[in-house]
């Protein structure tokens, strides 16, 4: 193994020790997590750049080591900084101990996502996989009752996605090759797999339960890391068991480009902040899933070229995303605003982040949706099936479209305005080691959207002038603020619909009079059937003046509701088997036994 790599783990490993000291290490983080991700992208650049094919850490592993570390680099400070100021959240754990599980357990689920890139297929790829799901659903569980749901939602998600995998590798280490439809059911059992860790859609609904739960860390380096793992054993699947078959490409678009537009649209009716980050990240991941499908499918350079970069922007813009968030007094939309006075470097983190997300140039949510477009209308023309292909580019644009419109909602009510709450007029802003932490992944992100072809070296990939863009934007943004500038300026009152007449009691603006999570996006969301919003009135008292609320129904949850009631009537049933009757368990036996010699007779 490489030595980098060695040490990386060793390092990881040390801060798990040191964590069970009293009280918790936790000042040793930055030094043990963020050191093992700069030696982990050291490590994971030189064997993606150079081309190496030194297993296990051959130029594909070597990717997402790096991507890893990058994220490692980035978690290590921030995390110190969120454990030494953030109180329980009623986990019957005092703070000390809190930190001192969170500080032993994220290093082994760091050490974890490591070993199942640099595995190769067998039992110790699956040993290491379930390893990384066992530890992110105790992290996520630490946080409280609050966390019940979602760490819950986790853990069920995890399992279905083990069982694919033990299906599928169970048939990949049989001695006798593939052949008839083993392959296809090897298949089936890797998307189910990985698809499932990688939320393909439908099986995305536990990510927006579990990540808003998590604490702000714990989503970076889930949302940025670990469902990148489903990609990757997607892509490596090709090395394991051969060329994937035409109906796991088709399955790929078809559901990736359906789930990122229901993904987005729901996310406009999402009032958690974290729920709208973890609504966009199910977006990201299934038009990830999409260009892999049509790779599958064409061998476009194009879509292999966006799959790569896609997975490094959005770990990056993602992984700040939700480190931001560790700085909100609250994360109800409604509640927040004005924030960008009180949190200023946590806004402009943000606000990075942000454009980069919707994809505006120069930063790097553009150039892989440009390389998505050009790999659709690449696709051949003509009668044939691959040719529908190109439908892809209206699917690709108003994903595009309403992932601005996505962003400008957060970003605005959050930080714009006016703060709709006493909770977000007492914010304040994180420490060195929380900016540090923001600060190395902004840097990181600006270098990547305007260096593209220092990541992409190796698949040589067509560019647009990056660079040459920026600096032309950067100068007419800059002449247009001289140019106004020099204007003369005149002030006049905000047109108020008139409120604050002076002298008239009870006239005067109020915060509560800027628009409501829901309410901006409302005319938006009755343009898509599958999210319903319904009116409901409440009322305080009975002197109290009625309030509107708007509430969204979601099909996809109803219908997983359903499905959670009849699985939970059919566990009932099953368990009448344990009646505890001694007739009843040897008729059991009897009965299975003559089902195996029949088996076995024929």
């Given at each position: 193994?490489?030595?980098?790599?060695?040490?990386?783990?060793?390092?990881?490993?040390?801060?798990?020790?040191?964590?069970?000291?009293?009280?918790?290490?936790?000042?040793?983080?930055?030094?043990?997590?963020?050191?093992?991700?700069?030696?982990?992208?050291?490590?994971?650049?030189?064997?993606?750049?150079?081309?190496?094919?030194?297993?296990p850490l051959d130029a594909t592993a070597g990717f997402y080591v790096a991507l890893l570390g990058a994220l490692y680099?980035?978690?290590?400070?921030?995390?110190?900084?969120?454990?030494?100021?953030?109180?329980?959240?009623?986990?019957?754990?005092?703070?000390?101990?809190?930190?001192?599980?969170?500080?032993?357990?994220?290093?082994?689920?760091?050490?974890?996502?490591?070993?199942?890139?640099?595995?190769?297929?067998?039992?110790?790829?699956?040993?290491?996989?379930?390893?990384?799901?066992?530890?992110?659903?105790?992290?996520?569980?630490?946080?409280?009752?609050?966390?019940?749901?979602?760490?819950?939602?986790?853990?069920?998600?995890?399992?279905?996605?083990?069982?694919?995998?033990?299906?599928?590798?169970?048939?990949?280490?049989?001695?006798?090759?593939?052949?008839?439809?083993?392959?296809?059911?090897?298949?089936?059992?890797?998307?189910?797999?990985?698809?499932?860790?990688?939320?393909?859609?439908?099986?995305?609904?536990?990510?927006?339960?579990?990540?808003?739960?998590?604490?702000?860390?714990?989503?970076?380096?889930?949302?940025?890391?670990?469902?990148?793992?489903?990609?990757?054993?997607?892509?490596?699947?090709?090395?394991?068991?051969?060329?994937?078959?035409?109906?796991?490409?088709?399955?790929?678009?078809?559901?990736?480009?359906?789930?990122?537009?229901?993904?987005?649209?729901?996310?406009?009716?999402?009032?958690?902040?974290?729920?709208?980050?973890?609504?966009?990240?199910?977006?990201?991941?299934?038009?990830?899933?999409?260009?892999?499908?049509?790779?599958?499918?064409?061998?476009?350079?194009?879509?292999?070229?966006?799959?790569?970069?896609?997975?490094?922007?959005?770990?990056?813009?993602?992984?700040?995303?939700?480190?931001?968030?560790?700085?909100?007094?609250?994360?109800?939309?409604?509640?927040?605003?004005?924030?960008?006075?009180?949190?200023?470097?946590?806004?402009?983190?943000?606000?990075?982040?942000?454009?980069?997300?919707?994809?505006?140039?120069?930063?790097?949510?553009?150039?892989?949706?440009?390389?998505?477009?050009?790999?659709?209308?690449?696709?051949?023309?003509?009668?044939?099936?691959?040719?529908?292909?190109?439908?892809?580019?209206?699917?690709?644009?108003?994903?595009?479209?309403?992932?601005?419109v996505s962003y400008v909602r957060l970003f605005g009510l959050a930080f714009l305005g006016q703060p709709r709450s006493?909770?977000?007029?007492?914010?304040?802003?994180?420490?060195?080691?929380?900016?540090?932490?923001?600060?190395?992944?902004?840097?990181?992100?600006?270098?990547?959207?305007?260096?593209?072809?220092?990541?992409?070296?190796?698949?040589?990939?067509?560019?647009?002038?990056?660079?040459?863009?920026?600096?032309?934007?950067?100068?007419?943004?800059?002449?247009?603020?001289?140019?106004?500038?020099?204007?003369?300026?005149?002030?006049?009152?905000?047109?108020?619909?008139?409120?604050?007449?002076?002298?008239?009691?009870?006239?005067?603006?109020?915060?509560?009079?800027?628009?409501?999570?829901?309410?901006?996006?409302?005319?938006?969301?009755?343009?898509?059937?599958?999210?319903?919003?319904?009116?409901?009135?409440?009322?305080?008292?009975?002197?109290?003046?009625?309030?509107?609320?708007?509430?969204?129904?979601?099909?996809?949850?109803?219908?997983?509701?359903?499905?959670?009631?009849?699985?939970?009537?059919?566990?009932?049933?099953?368990?009448?088997?344990?009646?505890?009757?001694?007739?009843?368990?040897?008729?059991?036996?009897?009965?299975?036994?003559l089902f195996v010699l029949g088996v076995v007779w024929r």
């Amino acid at each position: 193994m490489n030595l980098f790599i060695t040490i990386a783990l060793i390092l990881l490993g040390l801060q798990s020790l040191l964590a069970l000291l009293r009280p918790p290490a936790t000042g040793f983080l930055p030094l043990c997590l963020g050191g093992s991700g700069l030696l982990l992208v050291v490590a994971g650049l030189e064997a993606w750049l150079t081309g190496a094919q030194r297993a296990p850490l051959d130029a594909t592993a070597g990717f997402y080591v790096a991507l890893l570390g990058a994220l490692y680099l980035g978690v290590g400070p921030y995390l110190r900084e969120y454990l030494s100021h953030h109180e329980p959240r009623r986990t019957g754990l005092g703070q000390p101990d809190r930190a001192k599980l969170v500080a032993c357990l994220l290093p082994l689920f760091a050490a974890a996502m490591v070993g199942v890139v640099l595995s190769p297929p067998g039992y110790t790829f699956l040993f290491l996989w379930e390893g990384m799901a066992l530890l992110g659903y105790l992290l996520i569980a630490l946080e409280g009752p609050a966390a019940l749901a979602g760490s819950r939602a986790f853990f069920l998600a995890s399992r279905l996605s083990g069982a694919g995998l033990f299906l599928a590798l169970v048939l990949l280490t049989r001695k006798e090759p593939l052949s008839g439809g083993l392959e296809n059911l090897v298949w089936a059992g890797l998307v189910l797999g990985f698809g499932t860790k990688a939320a393909l859609f439908p099986f995305s609904t536990w990510l927006p339960k579990a990540h808003p739960v998590a604490m702000s860390p714990l989503s970076a380096l889930l949302s940025g890391g670990m469902v990148k793992l489903g990609l990757y054993g997607l892509y490596r699947a090709q090395a394991w068991v051969g060329p994937a078959p035409g109906w796991v490409g088709w399955l790929l678009v078809g559901l990736g480009l359906a789930g990122a537009v229901y993904a987005l649209v729901r996310g406009l009716a999402e009032e958690d902040y974290k729920g709208v980050l973890a609504y966009s990240s199910v977006e990201n991941l299934n038009l990830l899933l999409a260009a892999l499908g049509a790779y599958f499918l064409l061998k476009s350079p194009f879509f292999l070229l966006a799959f790569f970069f896609h997975q490094a922007a959005h770990a990056l813009f993602k992984g700040l995303l939700f480190l931001g968030s560790g700085a909100l007094p609250v994360r109800e939309l409604s509640r927040l605003g004005g924030l960008h006075r009180l949190l200023p470097r946590t806004a402009a983190w943000s606000f990075l982040a942000a454009l980069a997300a919707a994809g505006l140039p120069p930063l790097a949510g553009f150039l892989f949706e440009w390389y998505l477009y050009q790999g659709f209308l690449a696709a051949p023309k003509g009668t044939g099936a691959l040719s529908l292909l190109v439908l892809g580019v209206g699917a690709v644009a108003l994903v595009g479209a309403l992932a601005a419109v996505s962003y400008v909602r957060l970003f605005g009510l959050a930080f714009l305005g006016q703060p709709r709450s006493l909770e977000a007029g007492e914010a304040h802003e994180l420490g060195i080691f929380g900016q540090l932490g923001m600060g190395i992944l902004a840097g990181l992100l600006t270098g990547l959207s305007l260096f593209p072809a220092a990541l992409l070296r190796p698949l040589e990939p067509p560019l647009y002038p990056v660079l040459s863009l920026f600096l032309a934007l950067l100068g007419l943004g800059g002449g247009l603020v001289y140019l106004l500038g020099r204007k003369p300026q005149r002030a006049y009152d905000t047109w108020d619909c008139g409120f604050n007449q002076p002298g008239l009691a009870g006239s005067a603006l109020t915060p509560q009079m800027q628009p409501h999570a829901l309410g901006y996006s409302e005319q938006l969301l009755r343009l898509f059937p599958f999210v319903e919003l319904n009116l409901r009135l409440s009322r305080g008292g009975l002197l109290d003046p009625p309030r509107v609320r708007l509430e969204v129904g979601d099909w996809l949850l109803a219908l997983e509701t359903r499905l959670a009631l009849g699985y939970t009537a059919f566990v009932r049933r099953v368990q009448l088997l344990q009646s505890g009757s001694l007739h009843l368990y040897l008729l059991l036996q009897f009965l299975t036994l003559l089902f195996v010699l029949g088996v076995v007779w024929r």
